[in-house]
């Protein structure tokens, strides 16, 4: 149960903490110890889906005209309750997702951030005035909140993500109701706790927990849900659209990657090979913007691949809440089975394992979802392995014979979400940043990272072409009201 003095882990309905209807409750495990309960939550269905919707809509007209500047003082709020309760809330990521305890830090960090930049949002201006053709007619365009909306969000940034959706949608006025995954319910409850603490009327939030496949599509259904922030995988997300696109209600979608990191023959290969470590292996390569292929130029193919076999087979691997550790396990025994699978088929294809390709055994190992650090060489760009998202801890070496052929490689994928590439040539780096078809480009830093500040999302097959965060959020969560303005 809850600690003392804390709300109990329920669904939140229009104000009321309660269970779901019919009574049913799942058990929030972690992976690395999967004897371990952490608490038990309910397990929402249609019904409470729907009841959700119906008290976001009722709330929405009291939110929608509070003034903004109030909205951002409870987002202000929150982010000190946040704060003041990072070192629990990184434990409980740590222990539902599996991360390492530094990494659910610096996660619960940015989520702080995230409320502060969106309660400073809550200030900035609402629109533009433009001239007009009319002496007399003042002519401006206001952005309005859109109302009730739902965000659906994945268990791999249980934290960051849930925040970066709800706290602009809330800035900009619209009602929410928050459907976390259901591996990772008790960093989703924190989240809504310390927005209800910190003053949110009944209704503005709520929270279901629950299974997605029941309650996604009753809020795609649901009449007062106005529009769907989504971001998990291309299969949910793609029938997710279709589903907002029969309604006609707005939608915004982030989905996979095949990000890749390109070194070229000039790289430092120390700094090559530990960006690719960082993305590839840090959260388990569970991120969207994880590394996953690593085209490497032929005239240092042979000095890198040693390389970071040897570093990807060093990595202490372990319960993220053991300081030494620098991966985790993975989220669940689906996860596990997923990227065990992948390792078969990748040997099956023909490609050469040099580091891991294995199930961790023995020991604490027994207890949780480990798998070794694992690189694969010799990938041709068909394999499976350098096509199909993994969400795993494995990396694809896929050799190029020049700068041309690296980005030809890097863009050989049905994804975009974000690519790097190491290179001390400026002008290669130039000519990587316009031709690689990726909305996130690194340049001598890791694939994975997002600041709050600027926009986040994919080009291709990674995004609905919406983006996230920082000014762009402001764009999906209203709508525009064009008024001219005339005297009587
Ligand atoms: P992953 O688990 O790989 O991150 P999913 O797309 O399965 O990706 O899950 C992302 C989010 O979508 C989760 O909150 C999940 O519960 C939810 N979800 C799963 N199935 C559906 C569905 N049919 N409709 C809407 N949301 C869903």
């Given at each position: 149960m809850a600690s003392a003095g804390e709300r109990p882990y329920l669904n939140l309905i229009g104000g009321e903490w309660g269970p779901a209807t019919g009574g049913a409750t799942t058990a929030d495990r972690?992976?690395?110890?999967?004897?371990?309960?952490l608490a038990t939550f309910p397990s929402a269905g249609r019904e409470d889906a729907a009841r959700a919707a119906e008290a976001a809509a009722k709330a929405f007209p009291g939110w929608a005209a509070t003034p903004m500047p109030k909205r951002g003082d409870i987002l202000r709020k929150a982010a000190d309750l946040f704060e003041q309760r990072l070192d629990v809330v990184a434990e409980a990521l740590t222990r539902e997702e599996g991360k390492t305890l530094g990494e659910s830090k610096g996660e619960v960090a940015r989520g702080v951030s995230l409320l502060r930049y969106y309660s400073g949002e809550a200030?900035?201006?609402?629109g533009d005035v433009y001239p007009s053709a009319s002496p007399s007619t003042f002519l401006y365009a206001e952005r309005v909140p859109l109302g009730p909306v739902a965000l659906i969000t994945p268990w791999n940034f249980p934290v960051a993500i849930p925040t970066w959706k709800v706290a602009p949608a809330l800035a900009f006025g619209n009602t929410v109701v928050f459907k976390p995954a259901e591996l990772t319910p008790l960093t989703a409850w924190h989240l809504t706790d310390v927005l209800d603490k910190a003053g949110l009327p009944p209704g503005v939030l709520n929270l279901v927990v629950g299974r997605g496949s029941q309650i996604g599509p009753a809020l795609v259904e649901s009449p007062p849900i106005k529009a769907i922030s989504f971001t998990g995988s291309n299969a949910v997300g793609s029938r997710l659209a279709a589903q907002c696109a029969e309604r006609g209600i707005k939608f915004q979608l982030e989905m996979g990657g095949k990000n890749p990191v390109v070194v070229l023959n000039d790289a430092d290969l120390e700094k090559a090979v530990e960006l690719t470590i960082q993305g590839a292996m840090l959260s388990t390569g569970q991120k969207c913007t994880a590394t996953s292929r690593v085209i490497v130029h032929r005239d240092v193919l042979s000095g890198f691949r040693d390389r970071l076999a040897a570093r990807a087979s060093s990595l202490k691997v372990g319960?993220?809440?053991?300081?030494?550790?620098y991966m985790g396990p993975l989220v669940s025994a689906d996860a596990e089975k997923t990227v065990l699978e992948y390792i078969e088929v990748g040997k099956t294809e023909g490609a050469k394992l040099i580091a891991g390709g294995t199930k961790l055994v023995g020991g604490d190992y027994d207890r949780g979802y480990f798998v070794a650090p694992t690189v694969f060489d010799r990938v041709r760009p068909d394999m499976r392995i350098a096509q199909e998202?993994?969400?795993?801890p494995v990396v694809a070496v896929i050799e190029a014979r020049d700068f041309e052929e690296a980005v030809t490689l890097a863009n050989d994928t049905r994804f975009g979400l974000s690519a790097s590439v190491v290179t001390r040539d400026l002008g290669l780096a130039l000519r990587f940043i316009r031709e690689i078809q990726a909305g996130i480009v690194h340049v001598n830093s890791q694939t994975a990272g997002a600041e709050p500040q600027v926009p986040f999302g994919g080009f291709k097959g990674s995004s609905s072409g919406t983006r996230e965060q920082g000014k762009a959020a402001r764009e999906f969560f209203t709508q525009i009201k064009t008024v001219y303005l005339d005297p009587p």
């Amino acid at each position: 149960m809850a600690s003392a003095g804390e709300r109990p882990y329920l669904n939140l309905i229009g104000g009321e903490w309660g269970p779901a209807t019919g009574g049913a409750t799942t058990a929030d495990r972690n992976p690395a110890r999967t004897d371990e309960v952490l608490a038990t939550f309910p397990s929402a269905g249609r019904e409470d889906a729907a009841r959700a919707a119906e008290a976001a809509a009722k709330a929405f007209p009291g939110w929608a005209a509070t003034p903004m500047p109030k909205r951002g003082d409870i987002l202000r709020k929150a982010a000190d309750l946040f704060e003041q309760r990072l070192d629990v809330v990184a434990e409980a990521l740590t222990r539902e997702e599996g991360k390492t305890l530094g990494e659910s830090k610096g996660e619960v960090a940015r989520g702080v951030s995230l409320l502060r930049y969106y309660s400073g949002e809550a200030l900035q201006p609402t629109g533009d005035v433009y001239p007009s053709a009319s002496p007399s007619t003042f002519l401006y365009a206001e952005r309005v909140p859109l109302g009730p909306v739902a965000l659906i969000t994945p268990w791999n940034f249980p934290v960051a993500i849930p925040t970066w959706k709800v706290a602009p949608a809330l800035a900009f006025g619209n009602t929410v109701v928050f459907k976390p995954a259901e591996l990772t319910p008790l960093t989703a409850w924190h989240l809504t706790d310390v927005l209800d603490k910190a003053g949110l009327p009944p209704g503005v939030l709520n929270l279901v927990v629950g299974r997605g496949s029941q309650i996604g599509p009753a809020l795609v259904e649901s009449p007062p849900i106005k529009a769907i922030s989504f971001t998990g995988s291309n299969a949910v997300g793609s029938r997710l659209a279709a589903q907002c696109a029969e309604r006609g209600i707005k939608f915004q979608l982030e989905m996979g990657g095949k990000n890749p990191v390109v070194v070229l023959n000039d790289a430092d290969l120390e700094k090559a090979v530990e960006l690719t470590i960082q993305g590839a292996m840090l959260s388990t390569g569970q991120k969207c913007t994880a590394t996953s292929r690593v085209i490497v130029h032929r005239d240092v193919l042979s000095g890198f691949r040693d390389r970071l076999a040897a570093r990807a087979s060093s990595l202490k691997v372990g319960d993220g809440m053991k300081a030494d550790t620098y991966m985790g396990p993975l989220v669940s025994a689906d996860a596990e089975k997923t990227v065990l699978e992948y390792i078969e088929v990748g040997k099956t294809e023909g490609a050469k394992l040099i580091a891991g390709g294995t199930k961790l055994v023995g020991g604490d190992y027994d207890r949780g979802y480990f798998v070794a650090p694992t690189v694969f060489d010799r990938v041709r760009p068909d394999m499976r392995i350098a096509q199909e998202e993994i969400f795993g801890p494995v990396v694809a070496v896929i050799e190029a014979r020049d700068f041309e052929e690296a980005v030809t490689l890097a863009n050989d994928t049905r994804f975009g979400l974000s690519a790097s590439v190491v290179t001390r040539d400026l002008g290669l780096a130039l000519r990587f940043i316009r031709e690689i078809q990726a909305g996130i480009v690194h340049v001598n830093s890791q694939t994975a990272g997002a600041e709050p500040q600027v926009p986040f999302g994919g080009f291709k097959g990674s995004s609905s072409g919406t983006r996230e965060q920082g000014k762009a959020a402001r764009e999906f969560f209203t709508q525009i009201k064009t008024v001219y303005l005339d005297p009587p």
